[in-house]
């Protein structure tokens, strides 16, 4: 079996139906599909019922609400596929995904890449990203970060050995899930291919779990931001080569800090600086030399 395509479904009774019929209408048959019920209270189950009374290729796996990443790690035990792709449940795909995937990965990379279209309620807007060939992980990482969609999971095709010999997990209870895997997946890649194919369809939903900003959320966004980015400085710090994934996971947090409301940033202006975040960003441009500088400065942070 070729693909694992792997769908979390919690509570998406709106969208479920487009996003799994857009799955079967797929012109590349050898694939199965795990789908993962997050405890939804809705009509998500009747409607996963009536495809898997339908289709013969899903797996279907019902657990207790535990979050996103529960949903993908419980897919990613039960795939038996060469290739895992992850599929959220309010977003859809194009009919030849699975066959224009199949066609470019006849030299088995450890990572493929393709592009997203952005679905809002009055337009959409293609990210039309310039592909590559076949680089080693770090190398790959650097030409990524020039993308608008860096760590988005749904992006990559993963080759299933790669990521089950490496014990790859989504952190449990957190935000940013993505931020705190993805590129750590790519970094440790031996072969990285990327697509200028747009074959998936993210819709831009305001009630979505990332646009949820009441005051809690914001605090647990920023705390969980910081969490993974120091997971990922403490795991980077032992890989060659990897300034450009540090200085991408530095430049992220500064971000993320950077649109907190007014009255959280004196408290995070402390841990970011307690944290050396700013030692970490590159300086190996001019325009890379002023950015430290003009943070350093703006932060306090001893020159």
């Known amino acids: 079996m070729k693909f694992s395509l792997i769908v979390p479904v919690y509570n998406v009774e709106n969208y479920l139906d487009k996003c799994l019929n857009s799955i ?13 019920n997050d405890g939804s209270t809705d009509n998500s189950e009747k409607i996963i019922n009536e495809y898997v009374s339908k289709y013969s290729n899903i797996v279907y796996i019902k657990q207790k609400n535990k979050g ?7 897919g990613v035990k039960k795939a038996k596929g060469d290739y895992i792709l992850f599929i959220d449940s309010d977003d859809y795909i194009e009919k030849d995904l699975l066959n224009t ?20 309620d009055d337009r959409k807007v293609d990210c039309n990203e310039i592909g590559f060939d076949s680089l080693k992980g770090i190398k790959a990482f650097s030409k990524i970060t020039k993308y608008k969609y860096i760590e988005v999971a749904v992006l990559y095709v993963y080759k299933t050995s790669f990521f089950k010999k490496n014990k790859f997990s989504f952190q449990e209870k957190i935000y940013h899930e993505d931020f705190a895997l993805i590129p750590i997946i790519i970094s440790k890649a031996d072969m990285v291919k990327s697509i200028n194919y747009i074959g998936y369809n993210y819709v ?9 900003n009441d005051e809690e959320k914001i605090i647990k966004k920023m705390d969980d931001c910081i969490f993974a980015y120091k997971s990922a400085i403490e795991l980077l710090s032992k890989v060659k080569e990897s300034d450009d ?13 950077n649109n907190l409301p007014k009255k959280y940033k004196k408290k995070y202006k402390s841990v970011l600086k307690e944290l050396k975040v700013f030692d970490y960003l590159l300086n190996n441009s001019l325009k890379r030399k ?4 003009v943070y350093k400065i703006k932060f306090e942070v001893n020159l």
């Open 245 to 257: 994934v540090i200085n991408f996971y530095s430049n992220s947090v500064i971000e993320k800090y």
């Open 204 to 212: 831009n939903r305001k009630s979505s779990i990332m646009n949820d």
């Open 290 to 293: 002023i950015k430290k500088l």
């Open 68 to 74: 996103l990443s529960s949903a993908r790690n419980a």
């Open 24 to 36: 079967f209408l797929n012109n590349y048959k050898d694939y199965e599909v795990i789908i993962v």
């Open 101 to 120: 995937l199949n066609k470019n990965l006849t030299d088995s990379p450890d990572i493929l890449r393709y592009q997203l279209r952005e679905i809002y």
